[in-house]
């Protein structure tokens, strides 16, 4: 063989090895790929519900929200930052902040977008605070289509402001609802449901479901075991207090909590009060009574108190809802709950 043919054969044998090598890292490299996609898919865990907050709930955890009577930035852009949220679910506030219900759809596709959570959800849970007061049936009957407007964009709940009356109640319950559920029809007064089916396709492209499915899944829990909708009632004034034990008796509601400012303001209480206390607790009781999930988690633990105590004492009274991501994190280390959060 001469000199130029082994030369010549060297180097095609260069190349050859080279382009193994090449190969070989490639196929490492997708191999790792591979097992980091597989990995992470994995470790995504599969939700049992659409409804994050119902399904803590459901296995006796505590639930923690953030939001502000300010209002939220109703934006695609701020959808798409808050499905990162530290919190169990949004508190979505209309009541004091404008009604926008462009604002809350395009934040609601950007919640979307960005998912699903580290829980896998394909949305945090997002609850309404709407203007409609719950002074009267009437006046609640009469501004139903803002409940209508606020499901369709794929809501999760509402929480009903000033519920003052029984009537008002059910007439908020029979608002969300479908027709033909037969949860609760006939107990307390309740009727069946008059929400129209308009709406029903946009909410279920953020739930990520049919339509159909949507129509199924889209009703009051705990009411319906399988519902995903929650609804609550804000008792805040002494007219409402004065009927607590009749509106918290309602089928369809969840969850609430006593508007400790407003009352204080309606009942014109000073700065500690003790009789401001003994109102919250009455409420407290009434809705404890009645299985309702309600919001004190953590409450007298701040500024200078002792928060562990304080979560502690109010979780052991019954209460199962909290607000900030401080005492959503002793909260949840105090009940074990399991990650991710």
Known sequence: MSLYTKKRRRAYNNVRMKNLVKFTCCLAACACLFLWAATTVAQTPKPKRINRAIELLEQGQPIYYTGSHSGTNGTFEQGKEDAGTWADYISYDME????????????????????????????????????VRGTDEATVRANSW????????????????????????????????????????????????????????????????????YLQKADVWPLNPNGEIMLGLKIEDKFGYANVNEMVKIPGISFGEGGPGDMALSFGFTQGDAKAKEVQDKIFAAAKAQHLYWLGVGAGGGRGGNLEAAIESTIKEGHMIGSGEEIAAAGRKYTKRPLPY
């Open 96 to 131: 004091a902040a404008p009604y926008d219900i462009n604002g809350l759809t395009a934040y609601m596709k950007g919640l979307a977008a960005a998912g699903p959570t580290r829980t896998g959800h394909g949305t945090p849970a997002v609850i309404v605070n709407v203007p």
């Open 146 to 213: 803002m409940f209508e407007q606020v499901l369709a964009t794929g809501v999760h709940g509402i929480l009903l402001c000033h519920a003052t009356t029984a009537g008002a109640v059910r007439a908020f319950v029979e608002a969300v609802r479908y027709p033909n559920r037969e949860q609760g029809v006939g107990q307390q007064g309740l009727q069946e449901g008059r929400r129209g089916a308009h709406g029903a396709e946009t909410a279920a492209k953020i739930w990520g479901v049919s339509t159909a499915e």
